[in-house]
């Protein structure tokens, strides 16, 4: 998931913090999971304040709040290489992680895990763009650990709206 809509200047880049609507969209991406049955049993989140807030805002959505996180400073400048091996240290006995991070990295970490057989209008709508508050749905064929290009298929893709 890419962070959701920010305000454009603060004292630093860390700092931005979430527009009103960009509230309001992390909340419906978080209920648009909630629907969907797709519950994070664990999240690799990149420590600026927008994406630690896009986070809690998808966290009270979804309604259930036992979920584990890990803010990783890594994450906030690294490119999908440094995402992957990120969420490759997740528990293993997580069934969904959900990574809230920053673009380019979140849509390039999107093609570079699918393996091309993915559902077309999910597919259609990542080729489309990666704007604030999106995150696509991914199936992953292995364990964590074993995370790599072409592991994956994308299953889903929205917009959270405000």
């Known amino acids: 998931m890419r962070h959701a809509k920010a305000e454009p200047f603060a004292e630093s880049d860390h700092a931005r913090r979430l527009t009103d609507r960009g509230a309001a969209g992390a909340r419906d991406a978080g209920a648009h999971l909630r629907d969907v049955g797709v519950r994070p049993d664990f999240a690799v989140v990149s420590p600026s304040s927008r994406t630690r807030e896009t ?84 199936e992953i064929g292995v364990p964590w650990s074993e995370l790599a290009a072409e592991t994956g298929r994308v299953v889903g893709y929205y917009v959270g709206r405000s």
């Open 55 to 138: 986070w809690a805002a998808v966290l009270a959505s979804t309604g259930d709040p036992a979920y584990g996180v890990s803010f990783d400073e890594a994450v906030y400048t690294g490119g999908p290489d440094v995402v992957l091996e990120a969420v490759r240290a997740a528990p293993e006995q997580a069934r969904t992680v959900l990574f809230v991070g920053h673009n380019p990295t979140a849509a390039y970490l999107c093609h570079l895990l699918d393996d091309g057989e993915g559902e077309p209008s999910a597919v259609s709508g990542l080729l489309e763009g990666f704007p604030p508050g999106a995150l696509a749905v991914m």
